[in-house]
């Protein structure tokens, strides 16, 4: 069954930024002289960090550094449409005011601030979309949350879910004013019942709060790809990858196996030429600071969007047999077709396209192309451009493709 969010700004989107913030950045991925081998914030669950350690971490969070506007700005002149955050990660830990648990952000540490109140009324300001992971079933600090990689018989998940997860589920929803979505996550042993229940009581507060793919059950409205995995082919409901800059999602000390913005920007227009968003991650440190190579990549990402925007956000896929042409990508919208190039070439010809063209640009100069259109004498169509010698971009040069026939040329095939 194909899943329809029924957002609009979803669907248009494409971009947004996610945040993985929480104690586990005060780790960095060490503890007692020893490196976690994988993923930052699951460092309790791997290195066997016992409740009573971990939480003292609380006592020593303090990041002063942290600015909500900043954060915002720098996320608008990247280019991103909404924002993703942690609310509550797996180590259970709220980092906001919680009020059915202490273990909170302002009630448990020095800071005694709320971050995610600061980054909501920032939000508001800046009118970018405010969106909350929040782990539903993984709750390593509640005697009754699931943990992986751990024996959860006997657990009474019950009584959490009725005294911690819901309430804090109401909390996120009412405390923040309008709410994205909410990004659940790891389902683990979860019932459909429980499921449903979580999906009913988010939409009895927030009818438009999109519930993600990984609330358990298929029961998520839209597609939420594996980690950093992005399907071979388009996928026409609507769906989301979430992706890592390097191999952790919290902040990791030894982590330096940083994509290039090559990468990334390619990335994106292969996840948006399938008619996916990109939901790319960044892990602040215990200050607040944003690693810099992050930052670095991601001001190279937002110059490509700032010319070449109009070929990424609002588009969709397009049928997939075009797909086969060499070192080129198609995003479309209804009279617009964008031809995304990941190579030099003096010319290119495509075929069977059809449809009249108007104009043909280049995206990022507004330099008009010439275009040769005919038929061959197998009766097919033929469109071949003639492109110059100053190449715009190495990374993606946008050929934006103008038709101007009554009927939407490039039909969506997404909603
Ligand atoms: O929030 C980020 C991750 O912490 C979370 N999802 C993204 C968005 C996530 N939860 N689980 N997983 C990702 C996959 C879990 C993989 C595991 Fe493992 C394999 C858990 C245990 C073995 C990776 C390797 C984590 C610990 C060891």
């Given at each position: 069954?194909?899943?329809?969010?029924?957002?609009?700004?979803?669907?248009?989107?494409?971009?947004?930024?996610?945040?993985?913030?929480?104690?586990?950045?005060?780790l960095?991925?060490?503890?007692?002289?020893?490196?976690?081998?994988?993923?930052?914030?699951?460092?309790?669950?791997?290195?066997?960090i016992?409740?009573?350690?971990?939480?003292?971490?609380?006592?020593?969070?303090?990041?002063?550094?942290?600015?909500?506007?900043?954060?915002?700005?720098?996320?608008?002149?990247?280019g991103?449409?909404?924002?993703?955050?942690?609310?509550?990660?797996?180590?259970?830990?709220?980092?906001?005011?919680s009020?059915c648990?202490?273990?909170?952000?302002?009630?448990?540490?020095?800071?005694?601030?709320?971050?995610?109140?600061?980054?909501?009324a920032?939000?508001?300001?800046?009118?970018?979309?405010?969106?909350?992971?929040?782990?539903?079933?993984?709750?390593?600090?509640?005697p009754?949350?699931?943990?992986?990689?751990?024996?959860?018989e006997?657990?009474?998940?019950?009584r959490?879910?009725?005294?911690?997860?819901?309430?804090?589920?109401?909390?996120?929803?009412?405390?923040?004013?309008?709410?994205?979505?909410?990004?659940?996550?790891?389902?683990?042993?979860?019932?459909?019942?429980?499921?449903?229940?979580?999906?009913?009581?988010?939409?009895?507060?927030?009818?438009?709060?999109?519930v993600?793919?990984?609330?358990?059950?298929?029961?998520?409205?839209?597609?939420?790809?594996?980690?950093n995995?992005i399907?071979?082919?388009p996928?026409?409901?609507?769906?989301?990858?979430?992706?890592t800059?390097?191999?952790?999602?919290?902040?990791?000390?030894?982590?330096?196996?940083?994509?290039?913005a090559?990468?990334?920007?390619?990335?994106?227009?292969?996840?948006?030429?399938?008619?996916?968003?990109?939901?790319?991650?960044?892990?602040?440190?215990?200050?607040?600071?944003?690693?810099?190579e992050?930052?670095?990549?991601?001001n190279?990402?937002?110059?490509?969007?700032?010319?070449?925007?109009?070929?990424?956000y609002?588009?969709?896929a397009?049928?997939?047999y075009?797909?086969?042409?060499?070192?080129?990508?198609?995003?479309?919208?209804?009279?617009?077709?964008?031809i995304?190039?990941?190579?030099?070439?003096?010319?290119?010809?495509?075929?069977?396209?059809?449809?009249?063209?108007?104009?043909?640009y280049?995206?990022?100069?507004?330099?008009?192309?010439?275009?040769?259109?005919?038929?061959?004498?197998?009766?097919?169509?033929s469109?071949?451009?003639?492109?110059?010698q100053?190449?715009?971009?190495?990374?993606?040069?946008?050929?934006?493709?103008?038709?101007?026939?009554?009927?939407?040329?490039?039909?969506?095939?997404?909603?």
């Amino acid at each position: 069954m194909l899943k329809d969010t029924k957002q609009q700004w979803f669907k248009d989107a494409k971009y947004g930024l996610f945040i993985h913030w929480g104690l586990y950045s005060i780790l960095a991925g060490e503890y007692n002289g020893k490196t976690t081998p994988t993923i930052a914030e699951w460092i309790m669950n791997e290195l066997d960090i016992p409740v009573k350690e971990y939480e003292k971490l609380a006592s020593r969070f303090n990041p002063v550094h942290f600015d909500a506007e900043e954060y915002v700005k720098l996320a608008c002149n990247w280019g991103m449409k909404y924002i993703t955050i942690t609310s509550k990660h797996h180590d259970g830990f709220a980092m906001y005011h919680s009020k059915c648990s202490k273990y909170n952000i302002v009630d448990a540490t020095p800071y005694g601030r709320d971050v995610i109140a600061q980054l909501a009324a920032a939000c508001k300001k800046y009118d970018i979309k405010l969106c909350f992971y929040y782990s539903q079933a993984q709750d390593w600090h509640d005697p009754d949350g699931y943990m992986a990689n751990h024996n959860n018989e006997g657990k009474n998940f019950r009584r959490y879910f009725d005294e911690k997860c819901l309430p804090q589920i109401k909390e996120i929803l009412t405390m923040y004013g309008e709410i994205g979505m909410i990004w659940f996550d790891t389902p683990m042993g979860i019932t459909a019942e429980e499921s449903r229940e979580i999906f009913d009581f988010v939409k009895s507060i927030q009818p438009d709060c999109i519930v993600s793919g990984r609330i358990g059950n298929n029961l998520g409205e839209y597609m939420t790809t594996g980690d950093n995995f992005i399907p071979a082919l388009p996928y026409y409901g609507d769906w989301e990858v979430p992706a890592t800059l390097n191999d952790t999602w919290g902040f990791k000390k030894s982590d330096h196996n940083w994509k290039s913005a090559k990468d990334v920007i390619r990335l994106m227009v292969k996840i948006v030429s399938r008619g996916g968003n990109y939901l790319l991650n960044i892990g602040p440190d215990a200050l607040g600071d944003i690693p810099k190579e992050s930052v670095d990549i991601l001001n190279r990402v937002g110059e490509f969007l700032r010319l070449n925007g109009d070929s990424i956000y609002g588009t969709r896929a397009i049928e997939p047999y075009v797909y086969d042409v060499e070192d080129c990508l198609f995003t479309a919208k209804p009279h617009n077709l964008f031809i995304h190039l990941m190579k030099r070439m003096d010319r290119l010809k495509l075929l069977n396209i059809g449809n009249r063209i108007e104009r043909a640009y280049l995206l990022a100069t507004g330099e008009e192309l010439e275009v040769d259109c005919r038929q061959t004498c197998e009766g097919d169509n033929s469109w071949e451009f003639r492109l110059p010698q100053a190449w715009p971009d190495d990374i993606d040069t946008v050929i934006c493709v103008e038709t101007f026939e009554e009927k939407p040329v490039f039909e969506p095939l997404q909603q």
